[in-house]
């Protein structure tokens, strides 16, 4: 078939729509079908494929069963068997789609990618590399201030290196960065890999090697020269993935404007490399300076508490984390009797986490109870999640281990005669009111250091607290001590405290849910709670009783809500689970 400017060349009846324009040579298959306002310039396709409207395709091999959405781009391309295409992808010169893969709304392909088969790219993603390893390739690099990934494999030591000079040219020449990790081997290799990224970029390095973040982090807060922090470490539950965390001057994860201007540079790669007469240096240090630091810092708040002429003695398990190296001094220069559980590097042991805190559970509570201790706190290997365990050897839940705290802290405003102000996640029980403190609920994001001194504490209600007096970012050894110090002041045992809250039913879940689909449930939430009390501050919270709600937030970086399930009872409570659990199923099919 003749057309104006190019002919169409097919065994029977075609599928295109009459507003269709071919250009040069058009070869299609069987079962093909070209909607309305499309153009096709030198393309061949297969068969069974379909084309949405307003979709242009140039110079491009297409093979058979796939599909391309509304007002796609491709130029210059292959695209394999079994595949689908998204609305507003484009496509440049040079892209090799392989078999079976899924490519997202308005996704970006730069020149020369090639795409292996059987990958998931996610809407609106810049791909600036081939997909060869992994089954999915992020929108987002950073998630609240983190990258993380497969080691080896998406979080390779190319990616490392490019990452650094991303994150390098976002810096002054002649800044200095602070980096460290942990001892895992993951970490090594990613962290010397990313060195190299910032001298090329004209940065400045103190290397730490092997230090806890916490202790890192004050070092950070403290010198005013230093201008960010990098952290490496093994993801906490899952030993194959590497986490790595960047902090600003103020020792608080980078902000969501900074991380994007870093994802910016990375997928365009547009770096900074310096004249050879600019290229930063490395400056090793061994920890001396930077433990003594934070061990004076800790014993001058804490040093009216004299711990030595107090009955007290307490467990603590840092599993098998570099807290090792340091805490232990800081209780024995502060007099704290303690007995100390895992004290020593195993890399083998963290690679189970859930193991090991099951052990670390039934261990330390048998202790806690044959020994009459006062108290347990599990260390996570990276400085930051506290556990705690009572005097009668119970492992307390998040919930209850937030509401203790709170107590103590009630118990020290009274004493004080003071309000103590405190910042909770709209996802924290509020079951419990308490006189001498104002709480303040909200999203915990994009804080900076300014904002988290006015705050006393500032808890995640899974374990991390931030007392502010000593820094204003979390750390579970301080924590450990601040609760110590409470718990002896106001002489008061953990179990008594436990005893005196109130029985409440709290539970989360995590339900299934494609990109797609989290404005649909944001509408269904918020119909669902006309003629409720509701609030839209973090996600949709629907009060059903006084003192019973459902909070759900879609997971920003994963394709799951987040459900947040409060009750006076467990019956109420289970019944609210599964009664929005069954609606969402419902308004999915919908």
């Known amino acids: 078939m003749k057309y104006p400017e190019g002919v169409l060349i097919c065994e029977e009846d075609n599928g295109l729509d009459d507003s269709v324009d071919v250009v040069g040579i058009v070869v299609i298959g069987k079962d093909v079908t070209v909607k309305r306002g499309s153009k096709l310039s030198n393309v061949v396709i297969g068969d069974n494929v379909t084309i949405a409207a307003g979709s242009k395709i140039r110079n491009t091999v297409i093979w058979n069963d796939v599909t391309i959405g509304k007002n796609a781009k491709l130029d210059g391309c292959v695209i394999c068997n079994n595949n689908q295409i998204g609305k507003n992808v484009t496509a440049k010169s040079g892209m090799i789609l392989a078999e079976g893969c899924e490519i997202g709304e308005l996704v970006s392909i730069e020149k020369d990618v090639t795409i292996w088969p059987d990958k998931v790219i996610e809407d609106a993603s810049i791909v600036s590399r081939s997909v060869i390893l992994g089954s999915k390739y992020k929108n987002s690099i950073f998630e609240n201030g983190m990258v993380i990934g497969k080691s080896n494999v998406e979080l390779s030591c190319e990616m490392a290196t490019k990452l650094a000079e991303a994150f390098g040219a976002q810096l002054p020449i002649g800044s200095t960065v602070l980096v460290s990790r942990h001892y895992d081997k993951s970490s090594r290799m990613l962290k010397r890999a990313f060195l190299g990224g910032l001298l090329s970029a004209g940065v400045d390095v103190v290397d730490y090697n092997a230090i806890p973040s916490a202790v890192m982090r004050c070092s950070l807060s403290f010198h005013d020269h230093f201008t960010a922090g990098v952290h490496f470490n093994q993801k906490i539950d899952d030993p194959t993935s590497t986490v790595i965390t960047f902090y600003n001057h103020e020792a608080l994860r980078i902000n969501s404007d900074v991380a994007k201007k870093v994802e910016k540079a990375f997928f365009k790669e547009t770096f900074r490399r310096v004249d050879y007469s600019q290229i930063g240096q490395i400056y090793p240090l061994d920890h001396k300076r930077e433990y003594e630091e934070y061990k004076k810092g800790m014993e001058s708040l804490l040093k009216h508490q004299n711990f030595k002429c107090i009955n007290c003695r307490i467990a603590v398990d840092v599993m098998h984390g570099i807290a090792s190296e340091v805490f232990p001094d800081i209780l024995n220069d502060l007099g704290v009797e303690n007995i100390m559980f895992n004290a020593y590097a195993d890399e083998q042991r963290l690679s189970n986490i859930n193991t090991l805190s099951k052990r670390s559970y039934e261990d330390m509570g048998a202790v806690i109870r044959a020994l009459k201790l006062d108290a347990g706190f599990l260390i996570y290997p990276h400085g930051q999640r506290l556990d705690i365990i009572c005097d009668e050897g119970v492992l307390l839940s998040k919930q209850s281990a937030l509401y203790v705290v709170l107590t103590l802290l009630n118990m020290d405003a009274k004493a004080l005669g003071i309000k103590k102000r405190v910042f909770l996640p709209t996802w924290a029980a509020d079951i419990v009111y308490f006189d001498s403190l104002v709480i303040e609920r909200g999203q915990y994001a994009n804080f900076k250091a300014a904002k988290m001194k006015t705050y006393d504490l500032v808890a995640t209600g899974d374990g991390n607290f931030t007392f502010t007096e000593f820094a ?64 839209t501050l973090d996600g949709v919270k629907i009060w059903l009783d006084k003192n019973d709600w459902v909070l759900m937030i879609p997971d920003q970086y994963s394709d799951r809500l987040n459900l947040y399930i409060q009750a006076e009872t467990a019956e109420k409570g289970e019944l609210i689970c599964e009664t929005y659990r069954t609606k969402i199923e419902e308004w999915m099919k919908e």
Do not use: N, W
């Not at 110590?484 to 045992?493: A, D, P, R, T, W």
């Not at 109130?502 to 449930?521: E, H, I, N, R, S």
């Open 472 to 535: 204003t970012h979390r750390d579970s050894m301080y924590a450990t001590l601040k609760i110590l110090e409470m718990i002896v002041m106001h002489g008061v045992k953990l179990s008594d405290l436990i005893a005196a809250l109130p029985k409440f039913f709290y539970d989360t879940l995590q339900v299934p849910c494609t990109q797609a689909f989290k404005g649909k449930m944001m509408r269904r939430f918020l119909e669902d709670a006309k003629g409720k009390k509701s609030s």
